[in-house]
């Protein structure tokens, strides 16, 4: 393998050289600038391949016609120009629109939506390809409109929207075959393939790769065959099947090494390395074979990547292969190439690349124990990710999909480093400073994780108003910060007087573990199984710090949950003789940020009270719902839908012409993975999370949002993670600065006692909204009928718990 990997050093040592990590580190500020000097120093000597600004200028200059203009874009994109073909092909789609040219505007919009797919920017890809699909299918061309479909299919795919996909590659598929089109049907196939694997259908996913390799046989497109055996071997790594990624990936190395050098062929032997840089990690006794296979592609696409000076296609060869020799254990080697890497994805403009490869540079600096390097990388690398991190596709077939299991480790493995500083420094303040930039660090990952949830770049609001809600924290309050790491857990919380770090040598998959076993349990109400459970998760995350809650006068947690723990309520947990709700007021929120950190205003409250006690839409009655709502009505001014006075329509409006602080639904509310799975249910539709924020506000519109958003029969999937955080969001999502919610749907009668008590204690002005809610479980837990945690737990405070 070493023998292989040195072969490469004459090659990769005649790029530009790069400027030491030295350099990088202790001149950051001034690094952009100065490589952007010395490149330009050398463009005279490198030719003029690489297209520039003026080169492009001169080339309007004359004045090309448009069909001459689309082969000039063409060759933008067929030698990997991307960004200089994105502003092209845009300037080029209006010239079309003002010539009134349809099909040229369609086809211009169509190649500007593959050079921005090919540099991440899929949401704007989505919209070039939704105007071209409007304009094109007033036309009689078929074949276009095809290839328009198919790409749009491909680019919901990638944007989570699985079944707008599904939908649209059937059209494509049919019209592809009206018009013989076999590559463009081979090319439907493969993201079919994908589509499945994203919805862990394997098997399908398998066969449709299998039909796209056939069919592009068929025709003579060796690549088309390629992607559709890369996209295998990836399938095949995500499960597992190592030796069968392998196969595949051979096969398609081969079939690669027949092919004339071309970009597009470079570009599939960078794609090709990046799964075998995965696999190489588990298959040691092929390792040789693969990295020679490897190896040979990626010394060919980096020569025509030189030919051609594109930077970006550099870059990308020049991380992988430091990716190989980082898995060779040759780690300097490997920085050195990751410098270059780096370099070239700046020249280019790809933030999507330069993640990457510092990512990768951090994790190569923590191999050779440079803590202090480590975390600098990774700091460029957060750096790099945040303002692209809501563009990045969706990328990891047969795998988790969501941002935690892709680009999320660039945060979780930062924090995880600056956690480890701390204990290396000796100043109190130096400690604090690591331990807040690390929870801040997760905090990012936090907002990304609900930005991908609800598909929205804009749902984490950036008010300038909000703050942190430790800033005005009481000294009664603490707030639980855990982070679930590989090797431990860490505990941070906060004080009116400051962040403290509690360390628990318990492993992520232990304490998921444990969640996972409480969950189920607590949901078998006629035994006490789950005690076990609740004991243990009392012991590693509530008796490490309690001594400290003591002396402190600590009576109300706040608790920022994290993956497995947003599943569970902690007021669950016991310490063998109670349950810690007797002890504290409990609530959740999603993040550290607050609109408006004051308790809730109860002078003339007014409730818009809405719910369904029918049997509706195929689910069951809930026949105390009534009772719960006229006896809420009965404490407050307020207005009443109910059955079938409560529709859409009826609560769009009642938002929009009154002004309510109370949002109350007593309806079945389901909360999934997908938040297009989400829904609270009406009379005659179901109201989506996207629909619940646009009717929230309407309210937010008169400067006046719901102080609290009540869901009293919501239910989560046991286990599912992304559905709790769907169920944690919705506080932000829909604009209230708190909401009261059940992570499981119970028993109804319990559920109206349980909601009408709460607001019975909310008329206290001496109690928060987290001590109604505790004192109104614990009331409940009175009742022997009702005394299992099954009942009382699962209801939250999620956001403003004042």
Same mark, same amino acid.
Request: proline share 3%.
């Given at each position: 393998?070493?023998? &292989?990997?040195?072969?490469?050093?004459?090659?990769?040592?005649?790029?530009?050289?790069?400027?030491?990590?030295?350099?990088?580190?202790?001149?950051?500020?001034?690094?952009?600038?100065?490589?952007?000097?010395?490149?330009?120093?050398?463009?005279?000597?490198?030719?003029?391949?690489?297209?520039?600004?003026?080169?492009?200028?001169?080339?309007?200059?004359?004045?090309?016609?448009?069909?001459?203009?689309?082969?000039?874009?063409?060759?933008?994109?067929?030698?990997?120009?991307?960004?200089?073909?994105?502003?092209?092909?845009?300037?080029?789609?209006?010239?079309?629109?003002?010539?009134?040219?349809?099909?040229?505007?369609?086809?211009?919009?169509?190649?500007?939506?593959?050079?921005?797919?090919?540099?991440?920017?899929?949401?704007?890809?989505?919209?070039?390809?939704?105007?071209?699909?409007?304009?094109?299918?007033?036309?009689?061309?078929?074949?276009?409109?095809?290839?328009?479909?198919?790409? #749009?299919?491909?680019?919901?795919?990638?944007?989570?929207?699985?079944?707008?996909?599904?939908?649209?590659?059937?059209?494509?598929?049919?019209?592809?075959?009206?018009?013989?089109?076999?590559?463009?049907?081979?090319?439907?196939?493969?993201?079919?393939?994908?589509?499945?694997?994203?919805?862990?259908?394997?098997?399908?996913?398998?066969?449709?790769?299998?039909?796209?390799?056939?069919?592009?046989?068929?025709?003579?497109?060796?690549?088309?065959?390629?992607?559709?055996?890369?996209?295998?071997?990836?399938?095949?790594?995500?499960?597992?099947?190592?030796?069968?990624?392998?196969?595949?990936?051979?096969?398609?190395?081969?079939?690669?090494?027949?092919?004339?050098?071309?970009?597009?062929?470079?570009?599939?032997?960078?794609?090709?390395?990046?799964?075998?840089?995965?696999?190489?990690?588990?298959?040691?006794?092929?390792?040789?074979?693969?990295?020679?296979?490897?190896?040979?592609?990626?010394?060919?696409?980096?020569?025509?990547?030189?030919?051609?000076?594109?930077?970006?296609?550099?870059?990308?060869? #020049?991380?992988?292969?430091?990716?190989?020799?980082?898995?060779?254990?040759?780690?300097?080697?490997?920085?050195?190439?990751?410098?270059?890497?780096?370099?070239?994805?700046?020249?280019?403009?790809?933030?999507?690349?330069?993640?990457?490869?510092?990512?990768?540079?951090?994790?190569?600096?923590?191999?050779?124990?440079?803590?202090?390097?480590?975390?600098?990388?990774?700091?460029?690398?957060?750096?790099?990710?945040?303002?692209?991190?809501?563009?990045?596709?969706?990328?990891?077939?047969?795998?988790?999909?969501?941002?935690?299991?892709?680009?999320?480790?660039?945060? /979780?493995?930062?924090?995880?480093?600056?956690?480890?500083?701390?204990?290396?420094?000796?100043?109190?303040?130096?400690?604090?400073?690591?331990?807040? %930039?690390?929870?801040?660090?997760? %905090?990012?990952?936090?907002?990304?994780?609900?930005?991908?949830?609800?598909?929205?770049?804009?749902?984490?609001?950036?008010?300038?108003? %909000?703050?942190?809600?430790?800033?005005?924290?009481?000294?009664?309050?603490?707030?639980?910060?855990? &982070?679930?790491?590989?090797?431990?857990?860490?505990?941070?919380?906060?004080?009116?007087?400051?962040?403290?770090?509690?360390?628990?040598?318990?492993?992520?998959?232990?304490?998921?573990?444990?969640?996972?076993?409480?969950?189920?349990?607590?949901?078998?109400?006629?035994?006490?199984?789950?005690?076990?459970?609740?004991?243990?998760?009392?012991?590693?995350?509530?008796?490490?710090?309690?001594?400290?809650?003591?002396?402190?006068?600590?009576?109300?947690?706040?608790?920022?949950?994290?993956?497995?723990?947003?599943?569970?309520?902690?007021?669950? #947990?016991?310490?063998?003789?109670?349950?810690?709700?007797?002890?504290?007021?409990?609530?959740?929120?999603?993040? /550290?940020?607050?609109?408006?950190?004051?308790?809730?205003?109860?002078?003339?409250?007014?409730? #818009?009270?809405?719910?369904?006690?029918?049997?509706?839409?195929?689910?069951?009655?809930?026949?105390?719902?009534?009772?719960?709502?006229?006896?809420?009505?009965?404490?407050?001014?307020?207005?009443?839908?109910?059955?079938?006075?409560?529709?859409?329509?009826?609560?769009?409006?009642?938002?929009?012409?009154?002004?309510?602080?109370?949002?109350?639904?007593?309806?079945?509310?389901?909360?999934?993975?997908?938040?297009?799975?989400?829904?609270?249910?009406?009379?005659?539709?179901?109201?989506?999370?996207?629909?619940?924020?646009?009717?929230?506000?309407?309210?937010?519109?008169?400067?006046?949002?719901?102080?609290?958003?009540?869901?009293?029969?919501?239910?989560?999937?046991?286990?599912?993670?992304?559905?709790?955080?769907?169920?944690?969001?919705?506080?932000?999502?829909?604009?209230?600065?708190?909401?009261?919610?059940?992570?499981?749907?119970?028993?109804?009668?319990?559920?109206?006692?349980?909601?009408?008590?709460?607001?019975?204690?909310? /008329?206290?002005?001496? /109690?928060?909204?987290?001590?109604?809610?505790?004192?109104?479980?614990?009331?409940?837990?009175?009742?022997?009928?009702?005394?299992?945690?099954?009942?009382?737990?699962?209801?939250?405070? &999620?956001?403003?718990?004042?």
């Amino acid at each position: 393998m070493a023998g &292989i990997l040195h072969k490469l050093n004459a090659q990769t040592d005649s790029l530009t050289d790069q400027p030491t990590p030295f350099f990088r580190h202790n001149l950051w500020r001034w690094r952009a600038m100065l490589l952007a000097c010395y490149w330009f120093s050398l463009w005279p000597a490198l030719g003029s391949a690489q297209p520039t600004q003026a080169m492009l200028a001169a080339l309007e200059a004359e004045q090309p016609s448009l069909i001459a203009k689309q082969h000039i874009g063409a060759k933008l994109l067929e030698r990997g120009f991307y960004q200089d073909a994105v502003a092209y092909f845009r300037s080029l789609a209006s010239q079309y629109r003002q010539a009134g040219d349809v099909l040229g505007e369609a086809n211009a919009l169509f190649n500007l939506a593959a050079a921005q797919r090919a540099i991440g920017m899929y949401g704007r890809a989505t919209r070039s390809l939704e105007v071209a699909a409007n304009l094109v299918k007033n036309t009689n061309d078929r074949g276009l409109e095809a290839h328009i479909l198919s790409s #749009l299919a491909g680019t919901y795919l990638y944007a989570g929207k699985l079944d707008k996909a599904a939908s649209l590659f059937v059209q494509a598929k049919a019209k592809a075959a009206l018009t013989g089109d076999v590559q463009l049907e081979a090319l439907i196939l493969n993201d079919q393939g994908n589509l499945h694997a994203f919805e862990k259908r394997y098997d399908k996913a398998l066969q449709a790769y299998e039909l796209s390799r056939y069919l592009a046989d068929k025709v003579n497109k060796p690549l088309v065959a390629v992607r559709a055996q890369t996209n295998a071997a990836l399938v095949h790594y995500g499960r597992q099947n190592y030796a069968e990624s392998e196969r595949y990936i051979d096969a398609a190395f081969k079939q690669l090494r027949a092919e004339p050098i071309s970009y597009e062929k470079a570009h599939a032997a960078v794609k090709l390395g990046e799964i075998t840089q995965k696999l190489l990690q588990h298959t040691q006794q092929a390792n040789q074979a693969l990295a020679s296979l490897c190896v040979a592609e990626l010394n060919e696409a980096l020569g025509l990547a030189s030919q051609l000076h594109n930077q970006r296609l550099t870059s990308h060869v #020049l991380g992988v292969l430091a990716g190989i020799y980082a898995n060779a254990g040759q780690l300097q080697d490997a920085l050195v190439l990751n410098e270059k890497a780096i370099f070239y994805a700046q020249q280019a403009d790809s933030p999507d690349l330069l993640y990457k490869w510092e990512w990768q540079a951090g994790k190569a600096q923590m191999s050779l124990g440079n803590l202090d390097e480590a975390i600098q990388y990774y700091r460029f690398a957060k750096d790099a990710l945040q303002p692209i991190r809501h563009e990045l596709t969706r990328s990891n077939l047969g795998d988790s999909i969501s941002f935690r299991e892709t680009q999320g480790g660039v945060y /979780l493995e930062l924090a995880d480093l600056l956690l480890q500083k701390s204990s290396a420094v000796k100043e109190k303040q130096a400690i604090s400073g690591y331990l807040l %930039e690390a929870r801040n660090t997760v %905090e990012s990952q936090k907002e990304a994780e609900l930005q991908d949830y609800f598909k929205d770049s804009c749902v984490v609001n950036t008010d300038s108003q %909000e703050t942190l809600i430790d800033e005005t924290l009481a000294d009664n309050t603490a707030v639980i910060y855990p &982070i679930l790491l590989p090797d431990r857990t860490e505990l941070l919380v906060s004080y009116s007087s400051g962040i403290e770090r509690y360390t628990v040598a318990k492993t992520e998959a232990q304490v998921t573990q444990q969640v996972r076993e409480l969950r189920i349990k607590l949901e078998k109400r006629k035994t006490r199984e789950y005690l076990p459970y609740s004991k243990t998760l009392y012991d590693w995350l509530i008796s490490p710090m309690e001594a400290d809650f003591k002396q402190r006068g600590i009576d109300t947690l706040v608790v920022v949950s994290d993956q497995a723990l947003r599943t569970i309520p902690l007021s669950v #947990l016991h310490d063998g003789e109670n349950f810690l709700i007797a002890k504290y007021a409990i609530a959740t929120t999603p993040g /550290l940020k607050m609109t408006d950190p004051s308790p809730l205003n109860r002078d003339h409250l007014k409730i #818009l009270l809405s719910g369904l006690s029918e049997p509706v839409q195929g689910f069951p009655a809930l026949q105390h719902v009534q009772g719960e709502l006229e006896e809420i009505q009965d404490l407050y001014v307020g207005e009443l839908l109910l059955n079938r006075d409560f529709v859409t329509s009826s609560i769009s409006s009642a938002l929009q012409n009154t002004s309510y602080s109370v949002t109350h639904i007593a309806s079945h509310s389901v909360f999934t993975g997908d938040v297009d799975g989400s829904y609270i249910l009406t009379y005659d539709d179901r109201i989506t999370v996207d629909q619940l924020g646009k009717y929230a506000a309407l309210s937010r519109n008169r400067d006046k949002p719901i102080e609290l958003l009540t869901l009293s029969a919501c239910q989560t999937a046991a286990g599912d993670d992304r559905a709790a955080l769907g169920l944690a969001g919705v506080a932000i999502k829909s604009g209230a600065r708190s909401a009261l919610a059940t992570l499981w749907e119970i028993n109804d009668q319990a559920s109206a006692i349980l909601v009408t008590e709460f607001y019975r204690q909310l /008329l206290d002005k001496n /109690l928060s909204k987290a001590q109604a809610l505790q004192h109104a479980q614990n009331k409940l837990m009175e009742n022997v009928r009702y005394r299992h945690p099954g009942y009382w737990s699962p209801f939250l405070i &999620i956001g403003n718990w004042l």
